[in-house]
């Protein structure tokens, strides 16, 4: 068996590399059970409330309907970059060939995309629950939330598929390149090209404000009505329970919207490589963390389910 040469070769199939960390092994072996640990963490809590929304029947309304589809998009969206992101911290860097980049290029815009339509309509979720709760039950119907979510989902994978299909028509100069980055994400991928890139750079442009800043307006449109609407809540009770669950969504937001913007809407110019894989880190891990955390600390009802659940079980077992 001959050596593969260090030289690129041109005529080869285009593979992609993913940039380390670091070198140092003992670093490289914190960051493997840092990141492996909040993994498991989201894992555990995604599924959690995926579960108790499933199997309690109080939690069978619109907004639970919602929160399990978060958490569902969550886990897969975890799960299509970190297994991989943890295979490379520890072993040899293995190649992902073009068109495996471009699987996952797909899969994660379409995931986060679909992510950040779901916010939008919880938090018209929301502005229905808290401005019209009389008519609620008459307008958040079982088959308006799985309208709202099918075309949620289907809207991120066409967007996400005319995106995909658009760069990877882009020639990527030598055999093997490397990322700077931990996923096949839309920034890093286009700096490789070595084409002119201007009207990529456009259509991401165009697909990023209708992913991030047409829903992000939608929820502060919501918001000053619920805002509105909290404070004309005479009961201290009331207004407390209706800031706590809306609090809680509107953290989940800003903090998605936010870094999400900081990578997808900031001129070219005025970013970094490395800037954009640690803000990238943040909404790989931090957010799909925060969901379950934020609402089921901050969340009677669930928090209810929840210790019923577990005693429940606990007595089951001493019997």
Not at 61 to 75: G, R, V
Not at 192 to 214: F, G, K, M, P
Request: glycine share 4%.
């Amino acid at each position: 068996m001959f050596a593969r040469s260090p030289v690129l070769n041109q005529s080869g199939p285009t593979e992609f590399v993913f940039r380390v960390f670091t070198t140092v092994p003992e670093f490289q072996a914190l960051l493997f059970l840092l990141f492996l640990l909040l993994y498991l963490m989201i894992l555990c809590g995604n599924t959690a409330i995926i579960w108790v929304v499933c199997t309690h029947s109080s939690l069978r309304t619109a907004m639970y309907f919602f929160l399990c589809n978060l958490s569902s998009l969550e886990i897969c969206y975890t799960s299509l970059v970190v297994p991989l992101m943890l295979s490379n911290i520890l072993g040899a860097r293995k190649p992902i060939p073009l068109a495996g980049c471009g699987a996952q290029m797909f899969l994660f815009v379409s995931l986060g995309s679909a992510d950040c339509f779901l916010l939008a309509i919880m938090a018209y979720d929301r502005y229905v629950a808290i401005c019209h709760p009389l008519h609620y039950t008459l307008i958040m119907t079982q088959k308006l939330c799985v309208q709202m979510v099918v075309c949620a989902v289907g809207l991120a994978l066409l967007l996400s598929l005319q995106l995909t299909a658009l760069i990877f028509t882009l020639p990527f100069c030598g055999h093997r390149r490397e990322i700077n980055h931990f996923l096949c994400d839309v920034p890093p991928v286009l700096r490789l090209a070595c084409a002119d890139i201007r009207v990529h750079q456009a259509v991401l442009y165009v697909v990023s404000i209708l992913v991030l800043t047409v829903p992000f307006l939608l929820i502060c449109v919501s918001y000053v009505f619920i805002a509105s609407a909290i404070l004309r809540i005479r009961s201290a009770a009331g207004r407390r329970r209706a800031f706590s669950t809306s609090s809680s969504h509107l953290t989940v937001v800003l903090l998605q919207y936010g870094c999400c913007s900081l990578v997808y809407l900031r001129p070219r110019s005025s970013t970094s490589e490395d800037e954009d894989r640690q803000i990238a880190l943040v909404y790989t891990f931090v957010t799909p963390l925060l969901n379950p955390l934020i609402y089921t600390l901050r969340n009677q009802d669930v928090k209810g389910a929840l210790r019923n659940a577990v005693l429940g079980k606990a007595a089951s077992d001493a019997n």
